[in-house]
């Protein structure tokens, strides 16, 4: 997994027993975390990848098994680093900037404003919605979005940094 993903999903996952490799995806890019893919799947016996990234039935995937109805689904982030070979370019109206910042800030906004604990990806598309919506040919328009991030596995991240700070200087009172 990239190294940079949060201290609360490497504990997940060894919590559930999963031998935990750390790959430094920001200094040698996300191909580098597929290529440690591939070694490991010539290295290790009975090993298994899913591998959502190439995998045709990926998109397809959610109208096959919930007959098209809605359901959770926890996206792990999001970026321009990484294009999966299965994204359908014609479904995309537009690319939306958001800096990571933003997202946070955002991220942040929601919780305090809406008692919303949504992950940085949330915070992004939220972040990303209210720039559409704040033009001028969609001024009363619905602009929907997903939350598919929750906060709850970002505890040990930037997100949560200051308050984390808080919390450790807290004094007691008696």
Not at 10 to 21: A, H, K, P, W
Not at 83 to 95: A, F, G, K, N, T
Not at 100 to 111: G, K, S, W
Not at 144 to 165: C, D, H, I, P, W
Request: glycine share 6%; hydrophobic share 45%.
């Amino acid at each position: 997994m990239p190294a940079k993903l949060s201290l609360d999903k490497q504990i997940l996952m060894r919590y559930l027993g999963v031998e935990v490799v750390l790959v430094d995806a920001v200094q040698h890019g996300f191909k580098a975390l597929l290529d440690r893919v591939e070694q490991m799947k010539k290295d290790v016996e009975d090993v298994y990848v899913l591998d959502q990234f190439t995998n045709p039935a990926n998109p397809d995937a959610h109208f096959r098994w919930t007959d098209g109805e809605p359901a959770f689904h926890n996206i792990l982030g999001i970026g321009p680093g990484f294009v999966p070979e299965i994204l359908d370019r014609s479904q995309i109206d537009e690319i939306v900037t958001v800096t990571t910042q933003e997202a946070m800030d955002m991220a942040r906004r929601l919780a305090r404003e809406e008692g919303l604990l949504v992950g940085i990806s949330s915070g992004a598309n939220a972040a990303a919605c209210l720039k559409v919506a704040s033009r001028e040919e969609n001024r009363g328009k619905m602009i929907v979005t997903m939350f598919s991030s929750g906060a709850e596995r970002y505890l040990n991240s930037e997100l949560f940094a200051q308050v984390k700070e808080e919390c450790v200087n807290i004094n007691m009172t008696f």
